[in-house]
């Protein structure tokens, strides 16, 4: 069973066009992250949301928001996507912060036109 | 300098053979280590955490060298699924003296060949 869903697996969206990603997880775990994967890079950690204390990182640009409404899910909003956003987001959970493992998603692969 | 360096290969090996790679990390107060494993395509999945005494889990041994900082993981016998991006993972201490997240490396990539 999937523990970590994200949705859709693909999207398009235009410049400038806002967007939305879901993840949705059935761990019941306290901490969700977004990262943000361009080829050949190494995930990079945009947010997470400790319980519902959000919680970003420095160098997360401003165009790039979050909600979490539950436990289960968390959205990514991207307000005004540019072409240097395309890239694969990643959604992980794990248990506590810090805590060694984190389980991903498939991850939603973003194309801008 | 980077927090967490790999090289990026590609390493290519033939099926069966024996390959090491390496990982070093520049922040002395790192607290855990581990490796994902990422498929083309795929999310990262943990493969296996790093213990200062080393530790192996079937044809996968992992050891890391706190004084020299740097991680290593080594495959033995190695299958044509092994092929895949291998993610070198330090957990930091902040400023503030709290645990951070984690930290990736870019990977290595290996491919097994027939």
């Known amino acids: 069973d999937a523990m970590v869903i994200q949705n859709p697996r693909y999207q398009v969206t235009q410049f400038g066009k806002p967007v939305t990603l879901s993840c949705s997880q059935t761990l019941n775990h306290n901490v969700m992250y977004w990262y943000q994967q361009k080829s050949s890079q190494a995930p990079k950690l945009l947010f997470h949301?400790?319980?519902?204390?959000?919680?970003n990182e420095a160098d997360t640009p401003d165009n790039f928001q979050s909600r979490r409404p539950n436990t289960s899910f968390c959205f990514l909003d991207i307000r005004s996507p540019g072409l240097g956003d395309a890239a694969m987001y990643l959604c992980?959970?794990?248990?506590?912060?810090?805590?060694?493992?984190?389980?991903f998603g498939p991850g939603t692969r973003l194309t801008v036109t | 300098r980077k927090e967490v360096e790999q090289d990026p290969g590609p390493f290519n090996v033939p099926e069966g053979a024996t390959v090491a790679f390496n990982c070093t990390y520049s922040n002395s107060a790192s607290q855990s280590f581990f490796w994902y494993r990422q498929d083309c395509r795929k999310e990262p999945k943990l493969l296996m955490s790093v213990y200062s005494s080393g530790n192996e889990d079937g044809r996968f041994t992992a050891q890391l060298n706190r004084a020299s900082q740097y991680i290593s993981l080594l495959i033995r016998d190695s299958k044509l699924s092994d092929s895949a991006t291998y993610l070198c993972?330090?957990?930091?201490?902040?400023?503030?003296?709290?645990?951070?997240?984690?930290?990736f490396g870019k990977g290595t990539h290996l491919i097994i060949q027939p």
């Open positions: 993972v330090v957990t930091q201490i902040h400023s503030g003296g709290g645990a951070d997240g984690l930290t």
């Open positions: 992980a959970t794990s248990r506590e912060w810090g805590a060694p493992e984190q389980y």
């Open positions: 949301y400790y319980d519902k204390d959000f919680n």
